[in-house]
């Protein structure tokens, strides 16, 4: 399989190198976690003259025997070189029996910069700070970007490649399969993955089905307004009775194993945070077809899944505005820098042209204002609002 040097994560990875903090590679299955440790293991190699690599992978056979906490151990100290520099970078973490209590020992022995990475079932966000008793720095990870999945393929015109993103997505494992329907059975089989053996051997969840009914819902509905009640009211219809509190229960373990993620909504009038009707978004569009089938493709809430990953993905803090009965898309902040975000598939039509810059117009601020969507060609502007065009977007920062 090709590989490609992902220098937006291994940058952020340098830039915590050496500091005592536990750095910890987060995200979805087969989002590429693994490769960027070999990466930033080579980065490290040709940079420091003075390393010491201690890089385990439990995925491999040769590591079999040290899947408990007192042989993992031995086999680190055994590693240790007290003159070097020495990185210690361990993939799979989770299949070391007692690996917690070992990450600890190392960490307060000061003696290691230590890089983890493992399954995201047991590396969940609200997990790390009781796993581990040091500091941990998280970086997660999504899958390919549009601007990788040009690099990857080689491509030189970012709105014919655009065409086959959006139906392809960034699951990078599935490119080298030869036609979309095998492609898909592949993305379908690692949500499966997630969904049928993470969650449930995580949480011990005895109705399965049920959280795959919740899973599908929200697949469905990616980008629209979603409450918890209104799911379960749903489902209810169509199966047993649920409650609100398991339907919410199973969004968050669907949110902490990096399936989806949570945008809530904020009143810029009022400047107050919103507690109903949050919107969620996949780690991956790809999923969505997946699971689903190309039929009814909705390109409008595609794109709109498309930039909120992108926006998460380059650290912007992002909710989705309420200002006078109108709807924003996004409001995305970053180092005290707002932007107001509005994503259409086309504004060719007066109406939906009309639509689509209502709300911006609203925007009393001075902050930037932009149209996302699909023009073809360069960006452009109307009464100081940006139209521009989603795959040049993706390719430039604001």
Request: hydrophobic share 30%.
């Amino acid at each position: 399989m090709k590989l490609i040097k992902r220098e937006y994560y291994l940058n952020q990875l340098k830039k915590v190198s050496g500091t005592p903090d536990i750095k910890v590679i987060t995200g979805i299955r087969r989002s590429g976690k693994s490769k960027l440790l070999e990466s930033f293991i080579e980065d490290v190699k040709s940079e420091d003259s003075n390393c010491n690599i201690i890089h385990i992978n439990y995925n491999l056979n040769e590591f079999y025997s040290i899947r408990k906490r007192d042989s993992l151990i031995k086999y680190v100290n055994n590693h240790y070189i007290s003159n070097k520099n020495n990185y210690l970078l361990i993939d799979e973490v989770q299949l070391c029996n007692g690996f917690e209590e070992a990450i600890n020992g190392f960490h307060a022995e000061e003696k290691f910069d230590i890089y983890i990475t493992g399954s995201n079932a047991f590396l969940l966000n609200n997990d790390l700070a009781t796993l581990f008793t040091g500091r941990t720095f998280e970086i997660d990870v999504f899958p390919f970007s549009f601007k990788e999945y040009m690099e990857y393929f080689n491509l030189n015109n970012q709105y014919d490649a655009f065409k086959n993103y959006l139906v392809e997505g960034g699951i990078s494992g599935s490119y080298v399969y030869p036609g979309g329907e095998e492609k898909y059975k592949y993305i379908s089989d690692v949500y499966d993955t997630l969904v049928l053996r993470d969650i449930i051997q995580k949480h011990k969840i005895r109705n399965p089905q049920l959280l795959e009914r919740v899973s599908n819902y929200m697949i469905d509905n990616i980008s629209n307004q979603t409450s918890v009640r209104g799911i379960a009211d749903d489902l209810t219809q169509k199966v047993d009775t649920i409650t609100h509190r398991t339907v919410g229960k199973h969004i968050g373990y669907l949110c902490d194993s990096f399936a989806f993620y949570k945008v809530r909504r904020y009143d810029l009038s009022g400047k107050k945070y919103l507690t109903t009707n949050e919107k969620y978004y996949l780690a991956d569009h790809s999923f969505k077809y997946a699971k689903q089938g190309t039929r009814n493709f909705d390109y409008g809430r595609t794109l709109e899944n498309i930039v909120a990953i992108e926006l998460i993905r380059r650290g912007y803090e992002l909710y989705t505005g309420t200002l006078y009965q109108k709807e924003i898309d996004f409001v995305a902040i970053k180092n005290s820098r707002k932007y107001y975000i509005q994503v259409s598939n086309s504004i060719d039509e007066e109406t939906t042209k009309e639509r689509e810059l209502s709300p911006l117009k609203s925007v009393k601020e001075s902050y930037p204002k932009m149209v996302i969507t699909r023009t073809g060609y360069k960006s452009y502007d109307i009464e100081g609002i940006v139209i521009i065009d989603i795959a040049d977007w993706l390719l430039n920062e604001f």
